[in-house]
Each structure stands twice: as structure tokens, then as C-alpha cells.
């Protein structure tokens, strides 16, 4: 049971086929059963789960029809979820139990959802690996020795596994999308401004978009369904008309443009992974998709880019951490100077640390203009070229990450070669557009992702071209061998 997608389990309660209740078991079940090994939560609600699952028996049994209703999903721990510690995995929040709920959990609820338990995750979303997390390192279930991808790898994980129907992720630098990649599930990161991110603890507040981890991109676009629209409570939610993304299944790929960026292809990449990515684009030839070379010529200074944006807005954001209000306070402190610092100083993590440490620097007087004003210009310049890209086709595929899952450690101790892991992903944060990871293979056992981007609020295109994709091969149906 714990093996089914959200279409597959939606027909089978609707059906009465199987209860709420009993699919809500058996994925616990599964959870008890290979938690110790993946580490993917940092903490379950099973008995509000199980109450969650009663109810929307009843409501079942009563005739409703909404679109989630008693389907296990997970949220990633930077999702605020009224009574429920919320602990963006980093020690300095470790007991804090948001006194609300999100809006995208709200609408979770409202559409019938079981919530399982919080995922675990890069410390507030910083890393590409899990391994910053204050909790514990998650594994990637495809090779326990490997890492599942970060920021959003507890959802991913969670999700490869089994041990969740589907779940809810954040991207602010390819972190849904690069999990999704490393752990063979589909991710998809919405349009900036599709999904309300009001409850969702900020990393960098002009990036962040929550989006979901799921089996199959059909299960995507159920939930998208759900999760989207404009939020009055999020002044940056947009107020674009919601499609019923159910309808983009039903379409075909038949003439459709599809760009290859050349700049993705120039090298640095791993010969299976590009190999197994060269397949997928010819895949999609072979359903009809015309392809056209494409450039996006500033590929190159979008990880510099990035990383001064994302840490001034997260030293931003950061801010708030004062032991004051709520989260950890020292126990070490003469005055209220030194209460801020040691709070600060023990509650956050080394890679926590050192991007607040760069985000104030590129603040700072004397450096604003150098660093942060010249890098939102070249941001400026990275959304044109996906304009000018945009033009001549319809979807945009490239690799996800230049390899598939590297080993927990490897990169601990060169942190720009953990940035480095980003460098396909970040450009569509920047310009805001919306980005997809599909499995299309293998590199020596372990899953690789293939990359669509489509234009701003285009996510119906990106779930056409996954879901005929899908339709054809068979990489996301592979099991993990555990």
C-alpha cells in the first residue's frame, strides 16, 4: 500500500477499496521499517496522523471528493505547522512549535491530507547535501553511503523510500530539484510567486519557493493543483489564475520547441550523467519535440551571483535568531551583547554561520554597490537571457547536477565545491521561472535527473512534456534496493 501514488491511492479510497486508516498504517509501518537507515524525518505526528486519517474516512464515507483526501504526505521542517515543532533543523529553533499553520499546510488540510512528520533538511535550507542539519545526516536510499541531495533531502528521501505518498519541499537554489535528481522522485519548483510562502521560514525571501517532491509528475500536478494561487497573507504571492494543471496531462508533446542550452554542455559534467541526459532529450525527439539550440551566455556568474543575493537576504533574515523572542538562548552571558553573540555563536551551524558572515560583508558600507547592487544587475541580465531563450522554444532541458549522488563527506571540507553543485539549478531562481527534475537513468546504480524549465507561470508545459516523458520510460517505477 505505502507503494502508491497519490492517483493510485486517491482511486483505490474513493473506491472504498482501502481505508484512510489503513494506508496511513502501512506507511508508518514502512517508516518503522527503514527510518533507522534512511533518517529522513526528524520527527512524526502519528497520532494526529491517525486522527487525520479517521477523519477523512468520514468524510469519504460522506460523499467528499477532495482532491488529497487521506493521503499521507510529509513536510520539510522549515513548513510552520500550528502545535507541531517546526525546527528548520538547526539548533537554534530545535523546541519552537509555531503557535500557526502555513498557508500551503492550511490548504494541505482543507484538500484532506494526512500529515506524517517533518522531513529533515539542510540547516534553514543551507547545503546541497543533508549534511548540515543540526539533527543527523539523512542517506540516500539508492546507496546508504551516499547523500540524498540537499536542501530538501528528507523529503526526497522520504519519498523514494516510501515511507510518505508524496511530500513538500523548498527550492531556493535547485534545492527540491537536485534531491529529485539524486534520489530518482519527481521535483518540481514553481514559478517565484505561484506558492504562498507565508509560513515558510525564510532563507533568502526572493528565491524560496515551496514545491512538491513526489512519485510520478501527474502526483506534481494534484498537488500543485492544491498548493497554488495567490495568498493575501504573502505580498509576494502573484495573482495569476490558477490552471487546473490536471488538464496539462492530457496534452501532447507533438511540436513543441525544446531548447538545449549549449553553455550546459560545455564540460565539468560526468560522462554518465550526461550520457543518460543526451537519452532523455532524444526520448522526448522521438514523442514529437523539436529541438533548438539555445544560449543563456551569464550561466557563468550565476553561482557568484547567487551566493551574494542568497546570503545577504538570509544575514537579513537571520537576523530575527536573537535568543530574545523564541529559539535557543545561551546560558553563557554577562550583558545583552554578549547574550546576542553566544546565542548566535552556539545556535547556528558552521555553513549557517559563514553565509551570514558573507551576506553582511556584501551589505556592508563600501561593499553594497561592488557586490550586491552589481550582482542584482547581473541577475537582471540572467532573467533576459531566459526571455530571449524563451522565444524559440517551449521548454528548456538540461542536466540537473553534473553527477549523480556523492558520498557522505566527500565535499564537507571544500565548501565551494558543494556551491558548485548548484550551478545547473540557481539560474532559475534568479529569474524566477519555474524548473522540474525528471528521472531518465542511471549513473552506476545511482538515479540521474533530467532538467525542464519553462517560462514564468508556464507549469503547465513543464507537466506535459514529465508526464509523456513518463509515459514512456520507465526510470521513475525503479524501486531503491532497500
Known sequence: MHRTSITQARELLQQKKLSSVQLTEAVFARIDQVEEQVQAFVHLTREKAMQQAREADARIAAGDEAPLLGIPIALKDLICTEGSRTTCASKILDQFVPPY?????????????????????????????????????TKNPWALDRVPGGSSGGSSAAVAAHECVASLGSDTGGSIRQPASFCGVTGLKPTYGRVSRFGLVAFASSLDQIGPLTKTVADSATLMNVIGGKDPRDSTSANV?????????????????????????????????????????????SLGMKTVEVSLPHLDYAVATYYIIACAEASTNLSRYDGVRYGYRTEKSDNLVNMYENTREEGFGEEVKR?????????????????????????TLIKQDFDNAFEQCDVIASPVTPYPAFKLGEKLSDPLQMYLADIYTISANLAGIPGMSIPCGFAEGLPVGLQLMAKHFDEASLITTGHKF?????????????
Open 101 to 137: 499553520n502555513s498557508t500551503v499546510v492550511e490548504k494541505l488540510i482543507q484538500a484532506g491530507a494526512v500529515i506524517v512528520g517533518k522531513t529533515n533538511m539542510d540547516e534553514f535550507a543551507m547545503g546541497s547535501s543533508n549534511e548540515n542539519s543540526h539533527h543527523h545526516p
Open 241 to 285: 489564475a490558477l490552471p487546473d494543471f490536471t488538464q496539462a496531462l492530457q496534452k501532447d508533446v507533438q511540436g513543441m520547441k525544446l531548447g538545449i542550452p549549449k553553455e550546459y554542455f560545455t564540460g565539468g559534467i560526468d560522462p554518465k550523467v550526461e550520457k543518460a541526459v543526451q537519452e532523455g532529450i532524444r526520448t522526448l525527439e
Open 355 to 379: 553565509r551570514i558572515i558573507l551576506g553582511t560583508f556584501v551589505l556592508s558600507s563600501g561593499y553594497y554597490d561592488a557586490y550586491y547592487l552589481k550582482a542584482q544587475k547581473v541577475r
Open 470 to 482: 513518463q509515459q514512456n520510460t520507465d526510470f521513475h517505477t525503479k524501486e531503491v534496493p532497500l
